[in-house]
C-alpha cells in the first residue's frame, strides 16, 4: 500500500457503513482514579489478526504521591505491547529488562513459554504527579511460537518509520503498512501503527488484510457519512477499501493482520492454543515456579481465585 495525499484518487472507497462489521463499545472501568476501556476481546470479537486484548489506559491525572502499581504477574503464549501518548512508565521483567518507556517509543515483551513482568511509576514521577494516557495490547503467538523463550525489546522514537503530511502524521509500530516495515518484530503478517489527523484529513486503510480495525483514541472520524467517536472499535469487514475523514484532531490506533491458524484460549494473563497449557501455567504460577523479577521480587499478584 503507497501512502496517499488527500488529493490522490481513491477508487473502491466503501460507500457505505456496509464495510464495518462490528462496532465495539470498550466498557470503562475505573482502578482507583484511573480508567481503562478494554475493547478486546469482546462478546462481538475475540480477535483481529493477532490482537486479541486492547486496552486504553487513561487518560488519568495523577497527583502528587500517585502512581501506577502493577505488580509482578506471568505471561505465556502472547507477546504485549505497551505505547504511550502522555506519560512515563517503568518496565522490570524476569529476564533482567528494566527501562522506562515514554511517548512514541515501543516496549515489545515476548513471552512464549513464560515471563513474569511488572508496571509501575518510578518514585521521581510519582513524586512530582503526572498525566498517563495510552494503550496496552496483547498480540497471540502463531502455535509454532507459543513455547519459544521469552524476549523483550525496546524501540526508541526513532527507530520507527514515519509519515507526516496533508495533516495526518503515522507511525508505524509494528508489521508492515504503507510500504514500510517496522524494526518491532513479530512472527505472524500483521500491523499497528499511531494515526494522528487534523480536521478535514483523510487516511486511506487498503485491504492488504483480511481483518483490519481502527480504534479512536480521540476525536471524531467520518467513513462513508457516518460518524464514529472517542472510544470507539471498528472492526471493517475484508475487501473493503476505507477512506477515513477526520471530522475534529483525532488519534487512531490501526491494527489487524492475517487470521490465525486457529481460535486462541484466554485465562487471566495466559494465552494458548492449548486449554491444558494454561492449565499447566496456572499450577506453575500457583507453586512459584516462574522466574521472579529483579529489583521487584517483594510483591506478586495471586492466581485469581475462580482458578
Not at 501503527?193 to 472520524?221: K, N, Q, T, W
Not at 496456572?282 to 475462580?306: C, M, Y
Request: one cysteine or more; proline letters at 8%.
Amino acid at each position: 500500500m503507497s501512502w496517499l495525499t488527500d488529493n490522490d484518487p481513491v477508487p473502491g472507497d466503501a460507500k457505505s457503513c456496509d464495510a464495518i462489521e462490528h462496532v465495539i463499545i470498550p466498557r470503562a472501568r475505573d482502578l482507583g482514579g484511573f480508567e481503562v476501556r478494554r475493547a478486546l476481546p469482546s462478546a462481538k470479537r475475540q480477535m483481529v489478526g493477532p490482537f486479541i486484548f486492547f486496552d486504553q489506559m487513561g487518560p488519568a491525572q495523577f497527583l502528587s504521591g500517585q502512581g501506577i502499581d502493577v505488580r509482578p504477574h506471568p505471561h505465556i503464549g502472547l507477546a504485549t505491547v505497551t505505547y504511550l501518548f502522555d506519560g512515563e512508565m517503568m518496565h522490570r521483567d524476569s529476564l533482567g529488562s528494566a527501562l522506562s518507556i515514554r511517548p512514541g517509543e515501543v516496549n515489545l515483551m515476548t513471552a512464549g513459554r513464560g515471563i513474569v513482568h511488572s508496571e509501575r511509576t518510578a518514585p521521581e514521577l510519582r513524586t512530582a504527579g503526572q498525566r498517563l494516557f495510552g494503550i496496552q495490547s496483547w498480540m497471540a503467538l502463531p502455535k509454532s511460537h507459543e513455547e519459544d523463550a521469552p524476549t523483550f525489546a525496546h524501540h526508541a522514537v526513532a527507530d520507527l518509520p514515519r509519515f507526516e503530511g496533508e495533516g495526518k502524521r503515522v507511525r508505524l509500530i509494528i508489521g508492515s503498512l504503507f510500504g514500510k516495515t517496522s524494526p518491532a518484530a513479530f512472527p505472524h503478517d500483521c500491523f499497528y501503527a499511531e494515526a494522528v489527523l487534523a480536521p478535514g484529513a483523510v487516511l486511506p486503510l487498503d485491504p492488504d488484510y483480511d481483518e483490519r480495525a481502527v480504534f479512536i483514541a480521540s476525536g471524531r472520524i467520518d467513513i462513508a457519512g457516518q460518524s464514529f467517536d472517542t472510544g470507539e472499535l471498528l472492526v471493517f469487514k475484508p475487501g473493503d477499501r476505507i477512506s477515513i475523514l477526520a471530522e475534529t484532531n483525532a488519534r487512531l490506533m490501526l491494527l489487524g493482520g492475517e487470521p490465525m491458524e486457529g481460535p486462541r484460549h484466554i485465562w487471566w494473563n495466559f494465552v494458548s492454543s492449548s486449554k491444558e497449557r494454561i492449565a499447566e501455567a496456572k499450577n506453575d504460577w500457583r507453586q512459584g515456579h516462574f522466574a521472579s523479577v529483579p529489583g521487584d521480587d517483594t510483591e506478586f499478584i495471586p492466581l485469581p481465585e475462580n482458578n
